[in-house]
């Protein structure tokens, strides 16, 4: 029976699946979730949020191939959607992926050293004062690319390891990257030049060498910087170099966010966290997956009903959370 063995073969990849990123539509009213598949699944938030949701509302509206291997980053434009995957990027247009049978727009590959090459992009990051887009991963580089033109502008080198994560500090064009060699490093991108360099694991209150030293996450807001991975969560004021918050846990962290007055930081276990400034833990909120990989606040002010923290990791779901204090439902692939 092949319709059976169809059946199977889907309950055994929603059994091993981990999604690795997620994007919020510009409207707000969709939530966009890549997996270790390659598949992009598109939730509609505004009909699984509505008081007359169905179960049914709670899966995607639309699935589609977007890569051979694993999405590991995706970001949205005003109008596209830019996923990420082993080598390359491509885009897709928000209004035509709601239809079935999904063409891509473009896909663009970095120029690496050699044609061999095809590491994986973990980070994307959108700069809209100059409208492009930086990626990093796998080649330790980080790429610019012009959105207006689809060309490589000018590429960032310093890291000699994996590149993890990017943020951009928005006031300043400045660009935080973190990885496994373990430093963070702030670029300057009027210059293309390294301005700053922190190297976290060498300094003692965040230092935990059984976890190694790699940073798998960061977020910036004007001269603060928070940071984790297998050092510990730390607050750190940029222009002095200083950690000013050792945040007290254990787990290594793989998504952090400034959020209002507090941090939200999520990673190994089922918990998305919710920090004080101060380093004190407000709350632990408990959701589906057994490890966190990706957070992502819906604040587009086109759909305030839609304002949802949803977080993704090491299971087919996506956790919902309509206020801070706890789960109300999860999407599942």
């Known amino acids: 029976k092949p319709h059976r063995f169809t059946e199977v073969f889907q309950a055994l990849q929603r059994l091993h699946m981990t999604i690795f990123s997620q994007s919020v539509s510009p409207c707000g009213k969709f939530l966009a979730a890549g997996n270790n598949y390659g ?50 990027v491509k885009a897709w247009l928000w209004a035509e992926m709601l239809k079935k049978g999904c063409k891509e727009l473009w896909h663009r590959q970095p120029p690496y050293r050699t044609s061999l090459e095809v590491p994986e992009i973990n980070a994307l990051l959108l700069v809209p004062k100059e409208n492009s887009l930086i990626l990093a991963g796998g080649d330790c580089q980080l790429h610019t690319m012009d959105l207006e033109t689809g060309t490589f502008t ?35 991108l009027r210059t293309a030049k390294e301005v ?6 060498k300094h003692e209150e965040c230092s935990r060498p059984h976890n190694g030293r790699w940073i798998g996450c960061l977020a910036t807001d004007s001269d603060w910087m928070v940071c984790g991975g297998g050092p510990a969560l730390t607050l750190w004021h940029l222009r002095s170099s200083t950690p000013t918050t050792v945040f007290p846990i254990r787990a290594p962290q793989k998504h952090v966010t400034f959020y209002q007055d507090l941090i939200l930081s999520a990673g190994q276990g089922r918990c998305v966290n919710q ?6 833990l407000k709350a632990q909120v408990p959701g ?26 090491n299971s087919c779901r996506v956790d919902v959370f309509t206020n801070l204090g706890y789960r109300a439902f999860s999407l599942s692939f």
């Open 275 to 280: 920090w004080q400034l101060s380093g004190e």
């Open 288 to 313: 589906s997956s057994p490890g966190l990989l990706s957070l992502s606040l819906n604040q587009q002010p086109a759909a305030p009903e839609c304002k949802v923290l949803t977080a993704a990791g």
């Open 39 to 88: 598949q992009i699944a598109i939730f509609s938030l505004s009909a699984a949020l509505s008081s007359e949701a169905k179960e049914e509302s709670k899966k995607p509206v639309v699935t589609f191939q977007a890569h051979d291997g694993p999405v590991y980053s995706m970001v949205s434009t005003d109008r596209h959607l830019l996923s990420a995957g082993d080598g390359e």
């Open 154 to 188: 000018r590429v960032l080198r310093g890291h000699t390891d994996y590149i993890h994560c990017l943020a951009l500090r928005e006031r300043s064009p400045e660009v935080l990257s973190g990885g496994e060699d373990g430093a963070v490093r702030l670029w300057d």
């Open 196 to 201: 700053q360099t922190i190297e976290v694991y």
